[in-house]
């Protein structure tokens, strides 16, 4: 009866990592002391107990990827840790970068910075784990989550023992210097694709100016289906301008700010060429006039505006800016720590910068462009020149 019980356990526990909300969660970045005597895994170690016969380099794995896979074979890959969710601002994933390149690994665990360190080697066992990507960003992670919602082609692993099985920690060492890229560089990442050297690694970009510009995109109700398929129950934030923005994101407390403002009240409800109206409009009216499916319920006198306010989240905000010609967003949680933080004045003046942080890939209607995810509060990680 007890071998029963541990079975289900073990499953029920497999079938919830497998399903979590693929969004930004609120994140725990305390400090804690190692509870155990922590021994650090070694190559060698690893060729002994595990099997490890050789490695593969990241950028060699990206070029194995033909569509989401699950990885099969003694295949192996080993980086250092370039990222922190210290800060809140990464969620349930570390990257590793080697002399090639680096990729997310979707851990599924709150304050990681515990656990691996800014330097430290991270051994990486993909037999069994699935390779694919999120808008054209590479990721390392579980089987994807097999409901009809799910856009995601990996899920987070989640489950402890998963984790053991395929993630060993190494040596602690020195945090790696980032890479300083030029315009030229991230033009040649972005033409790439997935594939592109820069995606998933530290680097700093210098001389970027603020474009003035944001992208972001709200669910009224965020616990309906909110998909590409489900316009009606979508806002976007990108046409022009800032709609008021100048936080790098929005707490719960920060969202509903902007929109008892008024700010926003002629943002469009909808997504790509189908706009029902402003949020100032109830799901009812523009049922009412053809345009929108009745799936709001008891809320659907209600103003988008109310709905927004009653379902209130946390939610991210994407900054342009440009290097050159170039775009390259700064995407913020609006879990960070620093979310809710204005840019600084001399920013927004349009005086140039140096930005560090995480450089990834970003694909959305056909159109690729570079997005920053900052490791660390902006202070540090967004310098005035």
Known sequence: MKKTVLILCAFAALVSCKSLKEEWQPVFGQDHSEPYAWIPVTEESLKANEGLESFTTIKDLKGMYKGAMEMTGNVWIKGQ???????????????????????????????????????????????????????????????????????????????????DSHIFRGEKDKPLVPQEVSEEDIKASIAAGYTGDLWGRLVVIKGLTYSNEIFALFYPNPNLPHKSANPENRVFLSDAGTWGINTWACSKSGYVAYLESGVWDTAQVGSGATKYGPITGTPNQYLDEGKTLDSFGADA?????????????????????KKGATDVQVRTSGYAKFCDQPLDAQILAGNPVDITGILTLYVSGGNSSAQFTLVDEPSTSVVLQ
């Open 301 to 321: 006198d209600l103003s988008y505006k109310e709905i927004m306010i009653k379902y209130a989240t946390a939610n991210y905000v994407s900054h342009y800016f």
């Open 81 to 163: 840790v370039v990222s922190s969710d210290k800060s809140g601002n990464i969620y349930n994933e570390i990257y590793i970068q080697d002399e090639t390149g680096g990729i997310d690994i979707k851990i599924g665990k709150s304050s990681l910075h515990n656990e691996y360190a800014l330097g430290q080697w991270v051994y990486v066992k993909c037999d069994g784990l699935t390779l694919g990507q999120y808008n054209g960003m590479p990721q390392l992670g579980y089987a994807a989550d097999q409901t009809t919602t799910n856009e995601y082609e990996t899920s987070y692993i989640g489950l402890q023992a998963i984790i």
